[in-house]
């Protein structure tokens, strides 16, 4: 590790678990996905049904924290970079780049580029 660079700023990722998603590169192009997790620090998200990956386990083998009773091969879904993924905007079902703005409460919210109306979240609400 170079000791003579600064640490490069991390930038904050506009995307959030359960967005919806389109993949614009790679070999997943032109599937769409909901967004799983993402990891700021490596510039990467993980999005649901998409770039799909086999990992070979031994069986008795701890993996991420869980141990594997049965082994075989099993499928996950790895990280994509951040740059390869578009959100959908969810008033037009276009895929858009996303604009900043300041509401007049002072908050700040994203905007599609395509239809101009504002992306709003949809919380998903545990059933009980």
């Not at 031994?58 to 996950?76: L, M, T, W, Y």
């Not at 969810?90 to 780049?97: A, E, I, L, N, Q």
């Given at each position: 590790m170079l000791r003579n660079k600064p640490e490069p700023t991390r930038r904050w990722l506009d995307l959030a678990p359960?967005?919806?998603?389109?993949?614009?590169?790679?070999?997943?192009k032109g599937?769409?996905?909901?967004?799983?997790?993402?990891?700021?620090?490596?510039?990467?998200?993980?999005?649901?049904?998409?770039?799909?990956?086999?990992?070979?386990?031994?069986?008795?083998?701890?993996?991420?924290?869980?141990?594997?009773?049965?082994?075989?091969?099993?499928d996950f879904e790895a990280p994509l970079d951040y740059?390869?993924?578009m959100l959908v905007c969810p008033s037009c079902g276009r895929p858009t780049r996303t604009?900043?703005?300041?509401?007049?409460?002072?908050?700040?919210?994203l905007v599609c580029r395509n239809c101009g109306e504002p992306y709003e979240r949809v919380r998903k609400t545990e059933a009980q």
């Amino acid at each position: 590790m170079l000791r003579n660079k600064p640490e490069p700023t991390r930038r904050w990722l506009d995307l959030a678990p359960g967005d919806p998603v389109i993949v614009i590169a790679g070999k997943d192009k032109g599937k769409q996905g909901e967004v799983l997790r993402t990891l700021p620090d490596q510039h990467k998200i993980v999005v649901k049904g998409v770039n799909l990956l086999k990992r070979h386990t031994k069986a008795g083998q701890r993996r991420g924290g869980v141990q594997v009773a049965q082994g075989g091969i099993v499928d996950f879904e790895a990280p994509l970079d951040y740059s390869n993924v578009m959100l959908v905007c969810p008033s037009c079902g276009r895929p858009t780049r996303t604009k900043h703005i300041v509401l007049e409460s002072g908050a700040r919210a994203l905007v599609c580029r395509n239809c101009g109306e504002p992306y709003e979240r949809v919380r998903k609400t545990e059933a009980q």
